[in-house]
């Protein structure tokens, strides 16, 4: 089971770009790097997901190099709604497996 | 929106009751979880279930125990409450395959137990 490393927490101000970087140095070849964000008292929600290379949408942009042992989540011009939790979750989708694994995640706070 | 419904959204119980959470889905998804999430420990995984009557561990199952006995019920028994899981809990389902799966949550039971 793929674990993740990533910083607790990121300090930011309105319009700057955020950057969080996570490890994950056993992924495996199955396996999708898949990232969340928590607002408090709500459940996560998917942000983006990615398997090798560059992914982007109207959120976010994922960046994972060629050996995948580690990807960034990449916030353009973030907002004080921003602020949450952000977790990265490496996960294999085949079969029974699939347990989502969520951590402690990184605590982003985005200042005015 | 994926049609997770929690039940109840809070409760308060006493040490030694078996308490019982139910995660309702409307979708026929395959994969539903449980999570609990306390302050300094994030989302973790109680159980977790990939079909009708098939059901697994997660990282913190001791003390949890589950039931799916149709596709859209996911229940949550702590057989005898303690003073330790008061937590918040999280039901989410899974949707879509490979690439374009990713899960979704309730709103949340927030149960303390005193």
């Known amino acids: 089971l793929a674990k993740t490393t990533q910083p607790i927490s990121m300090d930011s101000y309105e319009g700057q770009e955020v950057n969080i970087t996570c490890s994950h140095n056993n992924i495996a070849t199955n396996d999708y790097i898949t990232w969340y964000q928590q607002f408090p008292s709500q459940g996560p929600r998917f942000i983006i997901q990615g398997y090798k290379t560059k992914v982007t949408n109207e959120v976010a942009s994922l960046f994972i190099p060629a050996d995948r042992k580690s990807s960034t989540l990449s916030l353009p011009r973030v907002s004080l709604s921003d602020t949450a939790v952000y977790y990265c979750?490496?996960?294999?989708?085949?079969?029974?497996?699939?347990?989502?694994?969520f951590g402690k995640g990184t605590k982003l706070s985005v200042k005015p | 929106d994926a049609g997770i419904t929690q039940s109840p959204r809070h409760k308060v119980t006493e040490t030694g009751t078996p308490v019982t959470l139910r995660c309702h889905q409307t979708?026929?998804?395959?994969?539903m979880y449980w999570y609990r999430q306390d302050p300094g420990h994030g989302l973790r995984l109680i159980h977790y279930?990939?079909?009708?009557?098939?059901?697994d561990k997660g990282e913190v199952s001791d003390g949890y125990s589950v039931s799916r006995s149709k596709t859209e019920d996911f229940l949550l028994t702590l057989e005898s409450a303690t003073s330790s899981q008061t937590s918040v809990y999280f039901c989410a389902i899974r949707e879509g395959t490979g690439m374009n799966t990713e899960a979704f949550f309730g709103q949340g039971t927030r149960l303390t137990v005193v």
């Open positions: 979708e026929n998804h395959r994969y």
């Open positions: 979750l490496v996960v294999n989708y085949g079969g029974s497996q699939g347990n989502l694994i």
């Open positions: 279930s990939y079909g009708v009557k098939d059901t």
